[in-house]
Protein backbone atom coordinates (compact mmCIF):
# COMPACT_ATOMS: atom_id res chain seq x y z
CA UNK A 1 0.00 0.00 0.00
CA UNK A 2 1.94 3.30 -0.97
CA UNK A 3 1.18 6.61 0.34
CA UNK A 4 -1.32 9.10 -0.88
CA UNK A 5 1.73 11.61 -0.82
CA UNK A 6 4.65 11.52 0.37
CA UNK A 7 6.67 14.74 -0.30
CA UNK A 8 10.80 15.00 -0.06
CA UNK A 9 13.23 17.68 0.47
CA UNK A 10 11.03 20.04 -0.76
CA UNK A 11 12.64 23.86 -2.20
CA UNK A 12 10.68 26.70 -3.44
CA UNK A 13 11.73 30.36 -3.75
CA UNK A 14 9.92 33.13 -4.79
CA UNK A 15 13.06 35.68 -6.25
CA UNK A 16 15.58 35.97 -3.18
CA UNK A 17 12.82 34.45 -0.30
CA UNK A 18 13.38 31.37 -0.20
CA UNK A 19 9.61 29.96 1.38
CA UNK A 20 9.99 26.32 1.53
CA UNK A 21 13.53 24.79 2.71
CA UNK A 22 13.10 21.23 2.86
CA UNK A 23 10.15 20.25 3.00
CA UNK A 24 9.64 16.35 4.18
CA UNK A 25 5.97 15.10 5.07
CA UNK A 26 4.17 11.47 4.62
CA UNK A 27 0.45 11.09 4.28
CA UNK A 28 -1.12 7.69 5.00
CA UNK A 29 -4.45 6.89 3.93
CA UNK A 30 -7.34 8.53 5.58
CA UNK A 31 -5.32 10.69 7.46
CA UNK A 32 -6.56 14.31 7.97
CA UNK A 33 -2.95 16.42 8.64
CA UNK A 34 -3.51 19.72 9.48
CA UNK A 35 -1.05 22.66 8.48
CA UNK A 36 -0.76 25.32 11.03
CA UNK A 37 1.85 28.02 11.49
CA UNK A 38 1.73 32.21 11.15
CA UNK A 39 0.62 33.77 8.14
CA UNK A 40 4.32 33.89 6.11
CA UNK A 41 5.33 30.02 6.93
CA UNK A 42 4.77 28.30 3.95
CA UNK A 43 1.58 26.33 4.07
CA UNK A 44 -0.22 27.68 1.52
CA UNK A 45 3.03 27.59 -0.88
CA UNK A 46 3.65 24.30 0.36
CA UNK A 47 -0.19 23.13 -0.80
CA UNK A 48 0.33 24.57 -4.51
CA UNK A 49 3.46 22.95 -4.70
CA UNK A 50 1.86 19.63 -4.16
CA UNK A 51 -0.20 20.04 -7.43
CA UNK A 52 2.77 21.64 -9.37
CA UNK A 53 0.15 24.71 -9.70
CA UNK A 54 3.26 26.24 -8.25
CA UNK A 55 6.82 24.95 -9.81
CA UNK A 56 9.15 23.52 -7.31
CA UNK A 57 12.70 24.42 -7.30
CA UNK A 58 14.14 20.67 -5.35
CA UNK A 59 12.72 17.68 -3.69
CA UNK A 60 10.05 14.64 -4.59
CA UNK A 61 6.69 14.57 -4.96
CA UNK A 62 5.03 11.28 -4.88
CA UNK A 63 1.08 10.92 -4.80
CA UNK A 64 -0.30 7.15 -4.79
CA UNK A 65 3.18 6.14 -5.92
CA UNK A 66 3.55 8.41 -8.78
CA UNK A 67 6.05 10.76 -8.81
CA UNK A 68 4.32 14.12 -10.08
CA UNK A 69 7.53 15.37 -9.94
CA UNK A 70 9.77 13.41 -12.20
CA UNK A 71 10.70 14.55 -15.36
CA UNK A 72 8.29 13.85 -19.10
CA UNK A 73 5.72 12.68 -16.58
CA UNK A 74 2.01 13.73 -17.47
CA UNK A 75 1.49 16.37 -14.65
CA UNK A 76 -2.13 17.22 -15.46
CA UNK A 77 -3.02 12.68 -15.47
CA UNK A 78 -1.75 13.11 -11.54
CA UNK A 79 -3.17 16.35 -10.57
CA UNK A 80 -6.85 15.19 -11.45
CA UNK A 81 -6.02 12.86 -8.70
CA UNK A 82 -5.83 15.46 -6.20
CA UNK A 83 -7.84 17.95 -5.18
CA UNK A 84 -7.64 21.66 -4.40
CA UNK A 85 -9.89 23.89 -2.95
CA UNK A 86 -8.58 27.41 -2.43
CA UNK A 87 -9.01 30.61 -0.14
CA UNK A 88 -10.98 32.39 -2.65
CA UNK A 89 -13.03 29.61 -4.11
CA UNK A 90 -12.39 30.44 -7.63
CA UNK A 91 -15.44 29.58 -8.81
CA UNK A 92 -15.87 29.91 -12.88
CA UNK A 93 -18.27 32.88 -12.79
CA UNK A 94 -19.29 32.57 -16.17
CA UNK A 95 -20.71 29.40 -15.38
CA UNK A 96 -23.74 27.81 -13.88
CA UNK A 97 -23.12 26.21 -10.52
CA UNK A 98 -23.69 22.33 -12.13
CA UNK A 99 -21.49 23.38 -15.10
CA UNK A 100 -18.41 23.98 -12.74
CA UNK A 101 -18.85 20.78 -10.99
CA UNK A 102 -19.49 19.24 -14.46
CA UNK A 103 -16.36 20.93 -16.39
CA UNK A 104 -13.90 18.64 -15.45
CA UNK A 105 -15.53 15.54 -15.10
CA UNK A 106 -16.88 16.09 -18.61
CA UNK A 107 -13.78 17.59 -20.19
CA UNK A 108 -11.19 15.39 -18.60
CA UNK A 109 -12.67 12.40 -17.61
CA UNK A 110 -14.29 12.19 -20.91
CA UNK A 111 -17.96 11.66 -18.90
CA UNK A 112 -21.22 12.20 -21.00
CA UNK A 113 -23.56 15.03 -19.93
CA UNK A 114 -26.17 13.19 -18.02
CA UNK A 115 -23.48 11.44 -16.37
CA UNK A 116 -21.81 14.51 -15.20
CA UNK A 117 -24.90 16.08 -14.09
CA UNK A 118 -26.26 13.29 -12.63
CA UNK A 119 -23.02 12.54 -10.46
CA UNK A 120 -22.63 16.22 -9.86
CA UNK A 121 -26.38 16.78 -8.66
CA UNK A 122 -26.15 13.95 -6.24
CA UNK A 123 -22.94 15.62 -4.71
CA UNK A 124 -24.79 19.27 -4.33
CA UNK A 125 -27.72 17.61 -2.96
CA UNK A 126 -25.71 15.77 -0.24
CA UNK A 127 -24.18 18.97 0.74
CA UNK A 128 -27.59 21.16 0.82
CA UNK A 129 -26.29 23.02 -2.83
CA UNK A 130 -29.87 21.30 -5.08
CA UNK A 131 -31.49 24.41 -5.38
CA UNK A 132 -28.32 26.38 -6.46
CA UNK A 133 -27.77 24.14 -9.42
CA UNK A 134 -29.02 26.71 -11.71
CA UNK A 135 -27.19 29.65 -10.26
CA UNK A 136 -24.57 31.67 -11.11
CA UNK A 137 -21.62 31.76 -8.23
CA UNK A 138 -22.28 35.50 -7.96
CA UNK A 139 -25.60 34.98 -6.56
CA UNK A 140 -24.36 32.61 -3.69
CA UNK A 141 -23.28 33.65 -0.41
CA UNK A 142 -19.28 32.92 0.43
CA UNK A 143 -20.40 29.93 2.05
CA UNK A 144 -22.10 28.62 -0.45
CA UNK A 145 -19.58 29.51 -2.55
CA UNK A 146 -16.84 27.63 -0.70
CA UNK A 147 -19.29 24.49 -0.73
CA UNK A 148 -19.43 24.25 -4.14
CA UNK A 149 -15.70 24.57 -4.87
CA UNK A 150 -15.46 21.78 -2.59
CA UNK A 151 -17.91 20.15 -4.99
CA UNK A 152 -16.10 20.81 -7.87
CA UNK A 153 -13.19 19.12 -6.55
CA UNK A 154 -14.72 15.81 -5.21
CA UNK A 155 -16.74 15.80 -8.49
CA UNK A 156 -13.45 14.54 -9.70
CA UNK A 157 -12.91 11.74 -6.93
CA UNK A 158 -9.80 12.49 -5.54
CA UNK A 159 -7.30 10.45 -4.05
CA UNK A 160 -6.20 13.39 -1.91
CA UNK A 161 -8.04 16.70 -0.93
CA UNK A 162 -5.96 20.01 -0.39
CA UNK A 163 -7.34 22.36 1.46
CA UNK A 164 -6.08 25.99 1.74
CA UNK A 165 -7.38 28.15 4.16
CA UNK A 166 -11.04 27.64 3.31
CA UNK A 167 -12.69 29.58 5.86
CA UNK A 168 -10.43 32.38 6.00
CA UNK A 169 -12.65 34.24 3.27
CA UNK A 170 -15.73 33.93 5.11
CA UNK A 171 -17.70 36.09 7.39
CA UNK A 172 -17.85 34.28 10.91
CA UNK A 173 -21.56 33.52 10.34
CA UNK A 174 -20.43 31.11 7.45
CA UNK A 175 -18.26 29.05 8.45
CA UNK A 176 -19.54 26.19 10.31
CA UNK A 177 -21.50 25.39 7.24
CA UNK A 178 -18.07 24.61 5.67
CA UNK A 179 -16.26 22.85 8.12
CA UNK A 180 -19.29 20.94 8.42
CA UNK A 181 -18.47 19.54 5.36
CA UNK A 182 -14.82 18.79 6.19
CA UNK A 183 -15.81 16.56 8.98
CA UNK A 184 -18.47 15.07 6.96
CA UNK A 185 -15.46 14.38 4.38
CA UNK A 186 -12.76 13.03 7.43
CA UNK A 187 -16.06 10.59 8.80
CA UNK A 188 -16.19 9.15 4.91
CA UNK A 189 -11.82 8.76 5.87
CA UNK A 190 -11.10 11.27 2.90
CA UNK A 191 -7.38 11.91 3.06
CA UNK A 192 -7.21 15.25 3.49
CA UNK A 193 -4.17 17.70 3.73
CA UNK A 194 -5.47 21.30 5.69
CA UNK A 195 -3.83 24.66 5.63
CA UNK A 196 -5.95 26.44 8.60
CA UNK A 197 -6.08 29.46 11.54
CA UNK A 198 -9.07 27.44 13.04
CA UNK A 199 -6.92 25.49 15.86
CA UNK A 200 -10.38 24.28 17.57
CA UNK A 201 -11.29 22.74 13.87
CA UNK A 202 -7.74 21.23 13.69
CA UNK A 203 -7.87 19.72 17.14
CA UNK A 204 -11.59 18.18 16.44
CA UNK A 205 -10.51 16.88 13.04
CA UNK A 206 -6.80 16.05 12.55
CA UNK A 207 -5.40 12.99 13.52
CA UNK A 208 -2.02 14.88 12.75
CA UNK A 209 -0.98 18.25 13.29
CA UNK A 210 2.31 19.56 11.13
CA UNK A 211 3.30 22.78 12.56
CA UNK A 212 5.65 25.12 9.83
CA UNK A 213 7.66 27.73 10.77
CA UNK A 214 9.63 29.83 8.23
CA UNK A 215 9.99 27.81 5.56
CA UNK A 216 10.44 23.95 8.13
CA UNK A 217 8.40 21.77 9.44
CA UNK A 218 8.96 22.41 13.15
CA UNK A 219 6.68 20.14 15.02
CA UNK A 220 4.63 16.88 13.85
CA UNK A 221 2.14 14.71 15.94
CA UNK A 222 -1.09 14.16 17.62
CA UNK A 223 -3.35 16.63 18.15
CA UNK A 224 -3.33 16.22 21.85
CA UNK A 225 0.24 16.49 22.31
CA UNK A 226 0.77 19.42 20.22
CA UNK A 227 -1.85 21.39 21.47
CA UNK A 228 -1.23 20.33 25.49
CA UNK A 229 2.67 20.07 25.24
CA UNK A 230 4.18 21.77 22.74
CA UNK A 231 8.14 20.33 22.71
CA UNK A 232 9.32 23.43 20.52
CA UNK A 233 9.44 27.55 21.82
CA UNK A 234 8.12 28.61 18.73
CA UNK A 235 5.28 26.20 18.69
CA UNK A 236 4.45 27.33 22.87
CA UNK A 237 4.61 30.85 21.47
CA UNK A 238 2.25 30.62 18.17
CA UNK A 239 -0.25 28.46 20.23
CA UNK A 240 -0.24 31.41 22.88
CA UNK A 241 -0.68 34.12 20.58
CA UNK A 242 -3.27 32.13 19.36
CA UNK A 243 -5.12 31.96 22.81
CA UNK A 244 -4.74 35.04 23.38
CA UNK A 245 -6.71 36.29 19.97
CA UNK A 246 -9.08 34.49 21.69
CA UNK A 247 -9.24 31.32 18.65
CA UNK A 248 -8.37 28.37 21.02
CA UNK B 1 -14.86 35.88 -7.24
CA UNK B 2 -13.49 38.98 -5.78
CA UNK B 3 -14.30 41.57 -8.59
CA UNK B 4 -12.34 45.24 -8.60
CA UNK B 5 -14.32 48.48 -8.50
CA UNK B 6 -14.98 50.44 -11.26
CA UNK B 7 -12.53 52.35 -11.98
CA UNK B 8 -13.38 55.71 -13.23
CA UNK B 9 -15.97 57.69 -11.88
CA UNK B 10 -19.72 56.76 -13.06
CA UNK B 11 -21.05 59.17 -14.94
CA UNK B 12 -23.81 59.59 -18.08
CA UNK B 13 -22.64 59.70 -21.31
CA UNK B 14 -24.00 63.46 -21.39
CA UNK B 15 -24.41 65.18 -18.38
CA UNK B 16 -25.79 68.79 -18.35
CA UNK B 17 -24.03 69.81 -14.77
CA UNK B 18 -26.02 70.44 -11.80
CA UNK B 19 -29.40 69.72 -10.68
CA UNK B 20 -32.99 70.41 -11.40
CA UNK B 21 -34.95 72.13 -14.17
CA UNK B 22 -33.12 75.40 -13.99
CA UNK B 23 -30.02 73.84 -15.02
CA UNK B 24 -31.98 72.33 -18.12
CA UNK B 25 -32.74 75.51 -19.19
CA UNK B 26 -29.57 77.36 -18.68
CA UNK B 27 -28.10 74.13 -21.27
CA UNK B 28 -30.78 75.04 -23.39
CA UNK B 29 -30.26 78.40 -23.43
CA UNK B 30 -26.09 78.53 -23.77
CA UNK B 31 -26.48 75.37 -26.40
CA UNK B 32 -28.89 77.66 -28.37
CA UNK B 33 -26.82 80.79 -27.92
CA UNK B 34 -23.53 78.86 -29.36
CA UNK B 35 -24.67 77.09 -31.97
CA UNK B 36 -26.70 80.83 -33.43
CA UNK B 37 -23.22 82.35 -33.13
CA UNK B 38 -21.86 79.98 -35.36
CA UNK B 39 -24.35 79.85 -38.10
CA UNK B 40 -24.42 83.43 -37.64
CA UNK B 41 -20.53 83.42 -38.63
CA UNK B 42 -21.22 80.84 -41.33
CA UNK B 43 -23.87 82.39 -43.03
CA UNK B 44 -22.81 85.76 -43.25
CA UNK B 45 -19.39 84.95 -44.69
CA UNK B 46 -17.94 86.17 -47.70
CA UNK B 47 -17.65 83.04 -49.45
CA UNK B 48 -21.47 81.27 -48.03
CA UNK B 49 -23.09 81.67 -51.33
CA UNK B 50 -20.97 79.86 -53.13
CA UNK B 51 -20.82 77.09 -50.94
CA UNK B 52 -24.03 76.82 -50.32
CA UNK B 53 -24.22 76.14 -54.37
CA UNK B 54 -21.80 73.44 -54.73
CA UNK B 55 -22.25 71.67 -51.15
CA UNK B 56 -26.20 72.15 -50.34
CA UNK B 57 -27.63 71.63 -54.02
CA UNK B 58 -31.26 70.19 -53.03
CA UNK B 59 -31.92 69.47 -56.52
CA UNK B 60 -28.16 67.55 -57.42
CA UNK B 61 -28.76 65.95 -53.51
CA UNK B 62 -32.28 64.31 -54.61
CA UNK B 63 -31.00 63.18 -58.05
CA UNK B 64 -27.46 61.77 -56.41
CA UNK B 65 -29.09 59.72 -53.74
CA UNK B 66 -30.59 56.86 -54.79
CA UNK B 67 -27.32 55.89 -56.61
CA UNK B 68 -25.37 56.63 -54.44
CA UNK B 69 -27.02 54.87 -51.50
CA UNK B 70 -27.15 52.02 -53.62
CA UNK B 71 -23.07 51.48 -53.86
CA UNK B 72 -23.18 51.23 -49.93
CA UNK B 73 -24.06 47.70 -50.11
CA UNK B 74 -20.62 47.49 -51.58
CA UNK B 75 -18.84 48.51 -48.36
CA UNK B 76 -21.32 46.21 -46.11
CA UNK B 77 -19.89 43.09 -47.48
CA UNK B 78 -16.44 44.73 -47.61
CA UNK B 79 -17.85 45.26 -43.64
CA UNK B 80 -19.61 42.19 -42.78
CA UNK B 81 -16.78 39.53 -44.91
CA UNK B 82 -13.71 41.43 -43.14
CA UNK B 83 -15.11 41.83 -39.63
CA UNK B 84 -15.46 37.91 -39.51
CA UNK B 85 -12.50 37.64 -40.71
CA UNK B 86 -10.66 39.97 -38.19
CA UNK B 87 -12.68 38.34 -35.56
CA UNK B 88 -10.95 34.78 -35.99
CA UNK B 89 -7.81 36.02 -37.06
CA UNK B 90 -7.51 38.39 -34.35
CA UNK B 91 -8.28 36.23 -31.66
CA UNK B 92 -5.77 33.71 -33.54
CA UNK B 93 -3.01 36.48 -32.84
CA UNK B 94 -4.18 37.12 -29.37
CA UNK B 95 -3.82 33.62 -28.39
CA UNK B 96 -0.26 32.76 -30.67
CA UNK B 97 1.57 35.74 -27.91
CA UNK B 98 -0.02 34.48 -25.08
CA UNK B 99 1.89 31.07 -25.29
CA UNK B 100 3.80 29.94 -22.46
CA UNK B 101 7.68 28.76 -22.85
CA UNK B 102 10.97 28.71 -24.36
CA UNK B 103 10.25 26.31 -26.98
CA UNK B 104 7.44 28.76 -28.58
CA UNK B 105 9.12 32.01 -28.54
CA UNK B 106 9.43 31.98 -32.17
CA UNK B 107 5.62 31.84 -32.86
CA UNK B 108 5.27 34.63 -30.14
CA UNK B 109 8.13 36.91 -31.76
CA UNK B 110 6.16 36.54 -35.39
CA UNK B 111 3.17 37.02 -33.87
CA UNK B 112 4.37 40.06 -32.39
CA UNK B 113 6.48 41.56 -35.13
CA UNK B 114 2.96 41.13 -37.29
CA UNK B 115 0.68 42.88 -35.22
CA UNK B 116 3.70 45.46 -34.73
CA UNK B 117 3.80 46.11 -38.31
CA UNK B 118 0.32 45.97 -39.18
CA UNK B 119 -0.24 48.55 -36.54
CA UNK B 120 2.46 50.93 -37.71
CA UNK B 121 1.23 51.22 -41.37
CA UNK B 122 -1.26 53.59 -42.32
CA UNK B 123 -3.77 51.02 -43.61
CA UNK B 124 -4.24 53.09 -46.86
CA UNK B 125 -0.54 51.90 -47.71
CA UNK B 126 -1.43 48.18 -46.84
CA UNK B 127 -4.46 48.85 -49.49
CA UNK B 128 -2.29 49.97 -52.28
CA UNK B 129 0.37 47.59 -51.96
CA UNK B 130 -1.59 44.60 -51.64
CA UNK B 131 -4.45 45.80 -54.03
CA UNK B 132 -1.88 47.03 -57.07
CA UNK B 133 1.20 45.46 -56.14
CA UNK B 134 0.42 41.32 -55.72
CA UNK B 135 -2.57 41.71 -58.85
CA UNK B 136 1.09 43.54 -60.71
CA UNK B 137 3.03 39.86 -60.16
CA UNK B 138 0.38 38.14 -62.75
CA UNK B 139 1.50 34.98 -60.49
CA UNK B 140 -1.19 32.54 -62.27
CA UNK B 141 -4.32 31.38 -59.95
CA UNK B 142 -3.54 34.68 -57.73
CA UNK B 143 -6.73 36.53 -57.61
CA UNK B 144 -6.63 40.45 -58.74
CA UNK B 145 -9.91 41.21 -57.74
CA UNK B 146 -9.50 44.87 -55.89
CA UNK B 147 -12.84 43.70 -53.41
CA UNK B 148 -10.56 40.41 -52.77
CA UNK B 149 -7.32 42.67 -52.05
CA UNK B 150 -9.46 45.53 -50.26
CA UNK B 151 -10.78 42.87 -47.56
CA UNK B 152 -7.17 40.92 -46.92
CA UNK B 153 -5.94 44.87 -46.27
CA UNK B 154 -8.23 45.52 -44.00
CA UNK B 155 -8.36 42.05 -42.52
CA UNK B 156 -4.38 42.58 -41.76
CA UNK B 157 -4.67 45.82 -40.58
CA UNK B 158 -8.04 45.58 -38.13
CA UNK B 159 -6.78 42.06 -36.83
CA UNK B 160 -3.41 43.66 -35.11
CA UNK B 161 -5.70 46.00 -33.44
CA UNK B 162 -8.53 43.48 -32.57
CA UNK B 163 -5.78 41.06 -31.07
CA UNK B 164 -4.49 43.42 -28.59
CA UNK B 165 -8.19 43.97 -27.56
CA UNK B 166 -8.10 40.25 -27.22
CA UNK B 167 -5.13 40.52 -25.30
CA UNK B 168 -5.87 42.50 -22.75
CA UNK B 169 -9.50 40.72 -22.06
CA UNK B 170 -7.35 37.55 -21.67
CA UNK B 171 -5.09 39.37 -19.32
CA UNK B 172 -7.67 40.79 -17.38
CA UNK B 173 -9.03 37.46 -16.00
CA UNK B 174 -6.95 36.49 -12.78
CA UNK B 175 -4.57 34.34 -12.79
CA UNK B 176 -6.00 32.51 -10.13
CA UNK B 177 -8.93 31.31 -12.76
CA UNK B 178 -6.84 29.35 -15.01
CA UNK B 179 -5.37 28.07 -11.86
CA UNK B 180 -8.18 26.13 -10.88
CA UNK B 181 -8.80 24.87 -13.82
CA UNK B 182 -5.64 23.28 -13.99
CA UNK B 183 -5.98 22.33 -10.31
CA UNK B 184 -8.82 20.23 -11.72
CA UNK B 185 -6.56 18.25 -14.25
CA UNK B 186 -7.71 20.08 -17.44
CA UNK B 187 -4.74 21.50 -19.64
CA UNK B 188 -3.69 24.33 -20.89
CA UNK B 189 -5.48 24.11 -23.90
CA UNK B 190 -8.55 23.51 -22.35
CA UNK B 191 -8.45 25.62 -19.36
CA UNK B 192 -8.23 28.81 -21.84
CA UNK B 193 -10.63 27.60 -24.07
CA UNK B 194 -13.23 26.73 -21.23
CA UNK B 195 -12.50 29.11 -18.56
CA UNK B 196 -10.16 32.07 -19.84
CA UNK B 197 -11.51 33.04 -23.17
CA UNK B 198 -15.16 32.91 -22.60
CA UNK B 199 -14.53 35.51 -19.65
CA UNK B 200 -12.08 37.64 -22.17
CA UNK B 201 -13.92 37.53 -24.89
CA UNK B 202 -17.24 39.15 -22.82
CA UNK B 203 -15.22 41.83 -21.43
CA UNK B 204 -13.77 43.43 -24.72
CA UNK B 205 -17.21 43.37 -26.66
CA UNK B 206 -17.56 47.13 -26.13
CA UNK B 207 -13.82 48.14 -27.34
CA UNK B 208 -14.37 45.31 -30.32
CA UNK B 209 -17.03 47.23 -31.20
CA UNK B 210 -15.60 50.64 -31.32
CA UNK B 211 -12.94 49.36 -33.66
CA UNK B 212 -15.90 48.24 -36.06
CA UNK B 213 -17.29 51.25 -35.78
CA UNK B 214 -13.57 52.30 -37.14
CA UNK B 215 -13.57 49.36 -39.81
CA UNK B 216 -17.12 50.74 -41.04
CA UNK B 217 -15.74 54.25 -42.06
CA UNK B 218 -12.33 52.76 -43.22
CA UNK B 219 -14.32 50.93 -46.14
CA UNK B 220 -13.76 54.07 -48.09
CA UNK B 221 -10.01 53.49 -48.28
CA UNK B 222 -11.13 50.50 -50.61
CA UNK B 223 -11.52 53.12 -52.97
CA UNK B 224 -8.36 53.86 -53.81
CA UNK B 225 -7.71 50.78 -55.73
CA UNK B 226 -10.66 51.08 -58.12
CA UNK B 227 -13.44 49.09 -56.14
CA UNK B 228 -16.53 51.33 -57.13
CA UNK B 229 -18.45 51.85 -53.35
CA UNK B 230 -20.15 54.45 -51.85
CA UNK B 231 -17.02 57.44 -51.65
CA UNK B 232 -16.04 56.51 -55.08
CA UNK B 233 -19.94 56.61 -56.67
CA UNK B 234 -19.96 59.85 -55.18
CA UNK B 235 -16.35 61.31 -56.39
CA UNK B 236 -18.37 59.98 -59.69
CA UNK B 237 -21.32 62.09 -59.42
CA UNK B 238 -19.19 64.75 -58.28
CA UNK B 239 -17.24 64.98 -61.29
CA UNK B 240 -20.22 64.54 -63.76
CA UNK B 241 -22.16 67.32 -61.56
CA UNK B 242 -19.41 69.84 -61.01
CA UNK B 243 -20.99 69.78 -57.04
CA UNK B 244 -19.75 68.63 -54.06
CA UNK B 245 -23.56 67.82 -52.92
CA UNK B 246 -22.95 63.92 -53.24
CA UNK B 247 -20.43 63.70 -50.44
CA UNK B 248 -22.64 65.26 -48.39
CA UNK B 249 -25.36 62.30 -48.93
CA UNK B 250 -22.10 59.77 -48.34
CA UNK B 251 -21.62 61.44 -44.92
CA UNK B 252 -25.07 61.75 -44.35
CA UNK B 253 -25.24 57.43 -44.53
CA UNK B 254 -22.10 56.70 -42.26
CA UNK B 255 -23.50 59.17 -39.43
CA UNK B 256 -26.74 57.61 -39.95
CA UNK B 257 -25.16 53.70 -39.21
CA UNK B 258 -22.33 55.44 -37.10
CA UNK B 259 -23.63 56.86 -34.72
CA UNK B 260 -26.51 54.36 -33.78
CA UNK B 261 -24.03 51.97 -33.36
CA UNK B 262 -21.27 54.01 -31.20
CA UNK B 263 -24.66 54.57 -28.58
CA UNK B 264 -25.06 51.42 -28.30
CA UNK B 265 -21.18 51.03 -27.89
CA UNK B 266 -21.33 53.23 -24.93
CA UNK B 267 -24.26 51.85 -23.64
CA UNK B 268 -22.74 48.10 -23.79
CA UNK B 269 -19.86 49.29 -21.91
CA UNK B 270 -21.79 50.90 -19.20
CA UNK B 271 -23.99 48.12 -18.29
CA UNK B 272 -20.76 45.87 -18.00
CA UNK B 273 -19.23 48.80 -15.63
CA UNK B 274 -22.66 48.67 -13.53
CA UNK B 275 -22.65 45.05 -13.84
CA UNK B 276 -18.90 44.82 -12.67
CA UNK B 277 -19.58 47.53 -9.82
CA UNK B 278 -23.15 45.35 -8.57
CA UNK B 279 -21.04 42.21 -8.17
CA UNK B 280 -18.20 44.40 -6.13
CA UNK B 281 -20.76 45.88 -4.03
CA UNK B 282 -22.50 42.82 -3.72
CA UNK B 283 -25.95 41.46 -4.85
CA UNK B 284 -27.69 44.66 -3.07
CA UNK B 285 -26.84 46.92 -5.86
CA UNK B 286 -27.78 44.58 -8.45
CA UNK B 287 -31.02 46.45 -8.67
CA UNK B 288 -29.34 49.71 -10.34
CA UNK B 289 -28.19 48.38 -12.89
CA UNK B 290 -29.35 50.46 -15.78
CA UNK B 291 -27.56 51.49 -19.01
CA UNK B 292 -28.21 54.54 -20.68
CA UNK B 293 -29.10 54.85 -23.79
CA UNK B 294 -28.52 58.68 -24.66
CA UNK B 295 -27.80 59.88 -21.37
CA UNK B 296 -28.17 63.63 -20.84
CA UNK B 297 -31.18 65.04 -19.17
CA UNK B 298 -30.95 66.39 -15.37
CA UNK B 299 -30.54 63.68 -13.13
Not at chain 2, 75 to 92: D, K, P
Request: contains cysteine; neutral net charge.
Amino acid sequence: MTAPLFVEGLHKSFGALEVLKGIDLEVAEHEVVCLIGASGSGKSTLLRCINLIEPIDAGRVVVEGEEITAAGVDVDRIRRRIGIVYQSFNLFPHMSVLDNVTLAPRRVLRRSRTEAEDAATQLLDRFGLADKRMDYPDRLSGGQQQRVAIVRALAMQPDLLLLDEITSALDPELIAEVLNVIRELAADGMTMVIATHEMGFARDIASRIVFLDAGRILEDGPPERIFREPREVRTREFLQRIIEAGRL
Amino acid sequence: MIDEPPRASREPVLRVGGSGRRAVAIALVSTAVIFGLIGWVVVNSPGWDQVQRSFLDWDNFVESAPRIIARFEVNVRLFLIAEVLILVFGLVLAVLRGLPGPVLYPIRLLATVWVDIFRALPGVLVIYVLGFGIPGLRIPGVPNDPFFWGVVALTLVYSAYVSEVYRAGIESVHPSQAAAARSLGLTQVQALRFVVLPQAVRRVIPPLLNDFIGLQKDTVLVSFIGVVEIFRQSQIRSSATFNFTPYLVTALVFLLITIPLARITDWLVARERDKRYATAVGASAAGSRRGRLWGGGAR
